[in-house]
């Protein structure tokens, strides 16, 4: 059968995660990198979609595309691993220190990669600063700033807002993350990961890799939009919202679902745990 049952799946998700909280830094940073520079290609694909048919439900459509491609080829995407190393850690696969080594290096992988597809789509964009008022890139100006100084107008309950929907947001990645191993077909893990990927990005959730290419590239279209209001009203309260449904929502609760027929590392069974399914 094509279908992969919840036990295996999270087994196949533990060892997954434990060889990602062992990668050296090099590959951390390059498949960090190429992860951050194709959400932010999902990105502008959604946006455009959007643009052209005046329905942005046509972009959440649209959007997952990128996050395929990174679950496919295995790249590191820091929201994934919130899940995916905890529930290692769960199973005795990894430790502390190795997880928040993987986090930092890929967040930080991810960080470049966006930042280096905003300066490639603001020059195609622009046309090198020739055409500064189209449709896409006011789009793009006003989804940012709704994501930053929206939230600083509200003061507390803006960070508070954005903190609830990076709980939500992540909720549902990492369940995109956890079902790429629920098949053994390329078009299988496809589906399975394209549903709830196509539910966060129509809810206009918060994605802490998203942003991370979104509000640069406002603020290098001309946002009205500083490092500040970037990283205290958005990066920092949605990355920590992000980590935590991560960890709670998708980690713990599958790890706790599943751990009855656990199988501990120390097992010759879980020593020889084959990982069929690649994952973020």
Known sequence: MDYIKPQAL???VAAAGALKSRLPIRDLLIKG????????????LAFTAATQTNLDIVGALAFPVGFVMILLLNLELVTGNFALLPIAAFRNMTTLPQILYNFFWAFLGNLIGSIFYAFLFVIYV???????DTAIIQKVI???????????????????????????????????AIMAFTSKSTIGKIVAMWLPIFLFFAHGFEHAVVNMFLIPTSMLLGANISMTDWWIWNQIPVTIGN???????TGLTLHLITKANLVTHKSPTAQKVKVNEPNS
């Open 126 to 132: 622009t046309k090198f600063g020739h055409a500064l």
């Open 33 to 44: 990198g190429l992860a951050g520079a194709f959400l932010g290609l999902s990105t502008t």
């Open 243 to 249: 980590f935590l449904s991560g960890f709670l929502l």
């Open 142 to 176: 006003n989804i940012a700033e709704s994501k930053t100084l929206e939230y600083k107008s509200l003061g507390t309950d803006g960070i508070i807002l954005a903190f609830v929907k990076a709980i939500l947001c992540n909720w549902m990645v990492t369940f995109g």
């Open 10 to 12: 999270v087994r196949n």
